[in-house]
């Protein structure tokens, strides 16, 4: 499984635009990225999924450069409610590999 | 909303006692995993199932055992517990392999937090 390594920690005010970056050097060409959200005592929900170049949903962008070694998440204009843990995981094809997370990267949103 | 449901949510128990935790499974997901997560760390991932056969473990001793019924809905007994097992227990629920639709997205419930004093 693919080794992710992202920051411990990031401080953001409200109405930013955040960006965490996830390093995966060792992606396989099978393995999807993935990024979860977890808000404390609660289990991680899902954000967002993508292969390859740029994906969108409703809460957020995900960028993968063309040779997949990291990605960014981008979260557009944040609030206080956006305060969570953010893990980026790294799988092969969807339900064939459990999932592993690492330690997430902490975002604190201030007013 | 998950539509995952796991019992209890708290509860207390002390060295050497065993414990059982109960997850149901989101309508249609055959797939169950379940992942220990201490104060401050990510969840670790214990085991999986698969219609009802384990389809994958971590690096956790065999006292953590699980089971998996016909409707999906799957257990994860704790024998001989210990201190270091203090944490919350995550269950989540997914489609599984093959499964038309299947993203690998995880559907996770609230957690049981389990106290072993």
């Known amino acids: 499984l693919a080794k992710t390594t992202q920051p411990i920690s ?38 967002i999924q993508g292969y390859k170049t740029k994906v969108t949903n409703e809460v957020a962008s995900l960028f993968i450069p063309a040779d997949r070694k990291s990605s960014t998440l981008s979260l557009p204009r944040v609030s206080l409610s956006d305060t969570a843990v953010y893990y980026c995981l790294v799988g092969d094809t969807p339900g064939n590999t459990p999932l592993v997370f690492g330690k997430g990267t902490r975002l604190s949103v201030i007013a | 909303e998950t539509g995952v449901t796991q019992s209890p949510t708290h509860l207390i128990k002390t060295r050497g006692q065993q414990v059982t935790l109960r997850c149901s499974s989101q309508s249609g997901h055959n797939t169950v995993s ?34 998996q019924f016909p409707n999906y809905s799957s257990e994860l007994n704790v024998n001989a517990l210990e201190l270091d097992d203090s944490a919350l227990y995550l269950c989540a629920s997914s489609l599984g392999p093959g499964q038309l639709l299947n993203t690998g997205e995880l559907f996770f419930g609230e957690g049981s937090r389990l106290t072993v004093l």
Request: charged share 15%; glycine share 10%.
């Open chain 1, 10 to 47: 990031m401080d953001s005010y409200e109405g930013q635009e955040v960006n965490i970056t996830c390093s995966h050097n060792n992606i396989a060409t099978n393995d999807y990225i993935t990024w979860y959200q977890q808000f404390p005592s609660q289990g991680p929900r899902f954000i």
């Open chain 2, 34 to 67: 379940w992942y220990q997560q201490a104060l401050g760390q990510g969840p670790q991932f214990i085991f999986q199932y698969y219609r009802e056969e384990e389809n994958g473990r971590g690096n956790f001793p065999p006292r953590f055992s699980g089971l």
